[in-house]
């Protein structure tokens, strides 16, 4: 396995798991989820629509089917979690280290992707 797909593998891993994991929070712990929201000071009715669209980037960005919906992964989550970061930021409570490990995964992970499978191009081809 060369170096970039070694790279692009274990950051698309790692951040994966990340956003699994913070779907799975949302799921099922709940409780403590809301407690977390509550003291960032976001609204709690977002947890399960976040959960959701969170496993649907996962499947975007593993299964490779859709140019669009893979860069609106992505998109979204590097929005997530830099958002994330200055709510804990803001907050004090001390999490933001993983929020920017996520952030440094996420832009690992696309930069790495464009090297191995090319630039997304949306034009079709004649």
């Given at each position: 396995m060369n170096r970039d797909k070694l790279i692009f593998w274990i950051s698309t891993g790692l951040m994966c798991a990340?956003?699994?994991?913070?779907?799975?929070?949302?799921?099922?712990?709940?409780?403590?989820?809301?407690?977390?929201?509550?003291?960032?000071g976001f609204p709690t009715w977002i947890l399960y629509p976040s959960a959701f669209i969170k496993v649907l980037g996962v499947i975007a960005v593993l299964t490779r089917k859709s140019k669009l919906l893979l860069e609106w992964a992505y998109s979204g989550f590097f929005f997530d979690v830099v958002f994330a970061t200055i709510a804990h930021l803001m907050a004090g409570d001390g999490s933001e280290p993983l929020s920017i490990f996520a952030i440094v995964v996420s832009v690992v992970s696309r930069i790495y992707y464009g090297k191995m499978y090319g630039k997304i191009v949306y034009t079709k081809e004649a």
């Open positions: 990340i956003f699994l994991f913070s779907a799975a929070l949302y799921v099922f712990g709940h409780e403590f989820a809301v407690n977390a929201y509550n003291v960032i």
